[in-house]
Each structure stands twice: as C-alpha cells, then as structure tokens.
C-alpha cells in the first residue's frame, strides 16, 4: 500500500505532467489480464503470462518490489525446517527451484554455505513428531545434532540435478572452532549445508519485470498505480502521482499484492478473509568485528524460544534476523526495540565474546509474510505454501478472479508458473514457452567463471576500463551492456559522497528503470539506504540527478528529499544530519 500522497498535492499543478506508460494504458484502456500487485509473485506471473504472447497489464500501487518483496532475508532456500511441518512438496519445489535460480540468475543468485551451532545431541528428539502431527509449539527447544542430521540428510536427498550445492557436513566441537573460531565454545556441533543468497532482490525482480515489457507490447506495466475498484467496466485504478482515475477492462483479475491481498479484495468491492501474515524484522550493522567472525557463511540456527534466526554478511555488512509476529496489515511494519535488543540477545548467544550497539545499525527494515490465515496454529508453523482461489465477478459476466494466497521468493518462478497455466486455461490459451530453464535478465549469456568474467570485462571495458566493466557486470548482470554505450559517451563524473555511482549511471536508472520517487532509487534502484551509504551530500545529489530526468522543479525535489528523510526516519533508523537543503525540504513539505 502506498506510503505517499499524490505528488501534485504536495507541491502543486507543476506534477501533472503525465506518465508515458500511463498514458499507453490510457489511450488502451483493455488487456485480457489484469495483475494487481508488483511483487515477485506478481512480476513473476507478468512476465510468464507476456512470454506465452497474452494481452497482459500489471499495476502496483507503490513502487515495484517494495514491500514483503523487499523485506526478505536475501535468502533462496529450500526451507530445511519445513520438513518437521510435514511440506515435503514445497521444500522439494524450493530445492529445485533455487538449484534452478543459480543457473539462471546467477548474477543475483549464488551458493551460500550456511553453519547451524548445535548445542545437544538429542534435543528436540520428542518434540518434533509431537509439532509434525499437531503444528503446535509446544515448550520452545533447540533442536539436537540427531534431528537435525536427519533433515539435512532428507534436504540433500531433493537435490538430484548433479550437485548445484554441495552436500552437507558435520563438525565437532574442535573442528568447528578452528573453522569459526568466534563461535560460542559451549557448542558440541556444527552443521554446514548450502543453501542461495540472494544479495539485490530488488534488482533480481526488476529483471524479471523488464524480461516481460521486452517481450512486446502486449505487455505493460506501471507503479504507483493502485487498483480501487472492480465493477462492470473493468478495474478502475488511481495513479498515485496525479490523482487521476480511469478504468481498464480485463477477462481475467489476478490478485498478487500479497498480504495485503484482503485488503486488496476489500477496495475491490469483495472481502476476503484469506491472509494472516507475520511480521519478520532485520538489522543491518556495520561491525567489521562480527563480519570477520561469521567467515563469510551464513549463521543460522534455532533460538531457545524456538525462533529461527539468522546472522547474515551481506554487502560488506551484517543483517540479522528475523522474528515471527502477528501483524495488522491496516499498521505499518516496522523493526521495534524490543526486536533489537532480541536481536542483540542472539548474536551475543552465538558469538559471546563480540559486543554490539545500537550506534553499528545502519538500517532496519521489517515486512510482512504473506501467510494464509491460521486461526491457533503457531505461527512458525504456517504453510509456506500457497494456493489459488477463484470467484466469479458478478457484476461483469465472463471476468473471473484469481486471488493468490501464500507464496516466498524462492518458489516465484514455479508459483507464477502454475498461477499462469490457470490463467491460459481461463483464456483458452497453450503455453508456447517454458520458464524453467530460460535465464533472466542479466543472467542471459552471464559468464560463470573467473577467466570468462575477465574476458567479458576486457571486451566491455575499452573506454571506461576493465575494472570499471568488471563492476558493471557484477551490479547488473549482462544487462551492463545497456549501460555501458551511454557511460562511454563523456568521461564518467562520480558521484561526490560514493565513488561507486557515476551520475550518468544514476541518470540511465532513473530513465530507464520506472523511478517515480527518490525513494524509489534510494531504497531498491540502488542499496545505498540499505548499507548505510546515505548521506545529506548524497541524498541531495541524487535528487538533482532524478529531478534533472524527470523535470522536477525545486519544490518538487525539496518534497522528495523530505519525504525520503521521513520514511527512512520513521521505517527504518536511518536518521540523517540536517543540511540546509534538507531544512529547505522539510519547510516544503510542512
């Protein structure tokens, strides 16, 4: 649900000026489907459904990706402790999905070996079959080594396509603390299996949006466009940046805002009651101290109040989480303090001999599983899986709905898959091309060793330099090739507060990758909010550089510097010193 108000009643009739792919939905106000809900899910349903040649439109009514999607743990993963709810079907299709993922987005999607301390030999032993059978907690335990070499052994057995990860190991106490010396020494036992990081699922979902507007015309897509209404003419949707309202009719209504899908229902005229999503929250910190500690692997393990948390190096940072919370999806999710000082109980439960502090977080964020309703059943042991519901839209006969219930990052591709082939059923349609095996995005021709990868970035690197190629590559994927022939055309100006970003490069995302908002580049164009790269300099920088493409006015670009400085403030700890352009903002914007 968007968190903006419509610009032009912000800073006046100079924001009227209206979208290009929103005057194409405009001037053809008709698809044969209609998504509401920009997600993975959704964008992963978009772009199936534009490769099979459907007449497709795909509205979100806050930025691409921008909410559960964006608040995942950056894990694909087969969900090892899924097993003791008894999935077996969804931990085989998330096995094979994510072996699948590292072949075909492997610029995004890499093996991540994952260490699980184990502090007992028969822990849990008596409690797993009592929560198998009735998905109750019970008293919270860690789980022993005996359970868990169990699971891993049948979670090796579901990866059958010739070793994308290796297999899992076990280490006693010595080995285990030579490997990871930092470790808490009360542990007998450690585990180290693999499973995928996923380091920019903002960028990987932008793929695989693009994958499908290049499939042709027939596919269109627009953020900050809100569906608010379904009635005989179609779905009648509100652009968040003007105000304006029109409708689009469609056969087929499919529903993908994930937990907001109730919600979604209800401004559709049809209230639901499917969804009962938890809230997980994370911490990102900069400490070099706990970076080096975890060795580059992924801890991960259970809690003693029997939560599963993570501590994660990612991007030359440290995020740890997640919790599992009832949540009110008409709420903001935010990351509370009693979650830090959680937070800050396990890591010193891991690694008791690190201190942290709250000044070493840079960002916090939380966001809400799409989970399905599940009245008494303890949250950790929610289906993970999803399922399709669908209803007739009486007041428009022959349009049916779709509605999504449930689904996670690493099953996207299976998920919009099935959701697909019943759309193509409802239409009278054939598949004509698979997804499984087809790359996306900048995975397309991506080069998978260390000599291709330096034969690729010598080849792209004529102007701006083999490293600098190298970069490009690594950030985009071979999508980079887009990129670099604009790069090449002046000598590249760096941006002030990061030599990372060129301005030209600023300049080329916010042309060309849909940004509406400051926000929009800042939180999921680019990971400078998330790595606490952001500074006043920098924020003020950026906003030149999206003002200078879009046509902002300088009251235009005071309001997105405040509105940035309020959601980062406000969602997530990101607090940044006042310059007189932020002090120019904030007088703006009150």
């Not at 808490?184 to 990081?197: E, F, V």
């Not at 091309?433 to 690197?461: E, K, Y």
């Not at 990101?574 to 002090?583: D, M």
């Amino acid at each position: 649900m968007t968190a903006y108000l419509p610009m032009s009643r912000r800073v006046g009739e100079a924001a009227l000026e209206i979208r290009p792919e929103i005057a194409g939905l405009q001037a053809r106000p008709e698809a044969s489907v209609v998504i509401i809900g920009g997600g993975i899910n959704g964008i992963a349903t978009f772009r199936d459904l534009a490769l099979q040649g459907v007449d497709v439109v795909l509205v979100e009514s806050d930025d691409f990706v921008s909410g559960a999607s964006a608040a995942s743990s950056h894990m694909i993963h087969g969900g090892v402790r899924y097993l003791e709810n008894g999935e077996f079907r969804l931990v085989k299709e998330s096995v094979t999905e994510r072996n699948s993922l590292i072949k075909i987005a492997p610029h995004y999607v890499k093996p991540l070996p994952t260490t699980v301390p184990i502090f007992s030999t028969f822990s849990g032993i008596l409690s797993a079959p009592l929560r198998f059978l009735t998905h109750k907690q019970g008293k919270p335990t860690e789980r022993g080594a005996f359970l868990i070499k169990t699971g891993l052994t049948i979670y090796d057995s579901f990866s059958r396509d010739g070793g994308s990860v290796p297999r899992h190991r076990f280490l006693g106490r010595k080995r285990s603390l030579e490997e990871l010396p930092r470790l808490n020494p009360g542990l007998k036992y450690t585990a180290t299996y693999y499973d995928a990081s996923m380091h920019d699922p903002e960028r990987l979902a932008l793929d695989v949006l693009f994958d499908g507007l290049e499939s042709g015309d027939h596919a269109r897509a627009a953020n900050h466009l809100a569906a608010v209404g379904l009635g005989t003419d179609g779905v009648t949707v509100r652009d968040g940046l003007t105000g304006a309202e029109f409708t689009i009719a469609a056969d087929v209504v499919v529903n993908t805002s994930g937990p907001w899908t109730d919600l979604t229902n209800e401004a559709l005229g049809r209230p639901t009651q499917y969804m009962g999503g938890t809230k997980g929250s994370h911490i990102v910190l900069d400490h070099p101290e706990l970076l080096e500690a975890t060795g580059g692997r992924e801890i991960f393990f259970e809690h003693e109040d029997g939560r599963i948390v993570l501590i994660y190096p990612l991007k030359g940072r440290v995020m740890v989480g997640t919790t599992d919370l009832e949540h009110d999806m008409r709420e903001p999710a935010i990351c509370t303090e009693a979650e830090v000082d959680y937070f800050f109980d396990l890591i010193h439960h891991v690694f008791p001999d690190i201190a942290v502090d709250r000044s070493q977080i840079v960002y916090r964020f939380a966001g809400v599983r799409p989970l399905p309703r599940h009245d008494d059943t303890q949250p950790g042991f929610v289906s993970r899986d999803y399922r399709i519901e669908r209803s007739d839209v009486s007041e428009r006969p022959g349009t049916t709905m779709l509605t999504l219930v449930g689904g996670k990052w690493t099953t996207f591709r299976a998920l919009a898959e099935h959701l697909t082939n019943d759309v193509l059923e409802l239409l009278g349609a054939e598949r004509v091309h698979s997804t499984a095996s087809r790359a996306i995005g900048g995975g397309v021709g991506f080069p998978m060793t260390d000599d291709a990868r330096r034969v690729w970035a010598v080849a792209h690197g004529d102007v701006l330099g083999r490293e600098r190629a190298e970069e490009l590559l690594a950030r985009y994927g071979t999508r980079a090739e887009a990129i670099i022939p604009e790069l090449e055309m002046a000598p590249e100006r760096f941006l002030a507060d990061h030599q990372g970003y060129s301005r030209a490069e600023i300049a080329w995302l916010v042309e060309h990758e849909r940004v509406a908002h400051l926000l929009d580049l800042v939180q999921r164009r680019t990971k400078f909010a998330f790595t606490g790269a952001l500074t006043p300099g920098l924020l003020d920088e950026l906003a030149d550089i999206a003002g200078d493409v879009l046509g902002w006015d300088a009251a235009h670009r005071a309001a997105e510097i405040a509105e940035t400085r309020r959601v980062l403030a406000e969602r997530h700890g990101v607090r940044l010193a006042e310059s007189a352009r932020a002090r120019q903002a904030d007088a703006v914007h009150a």
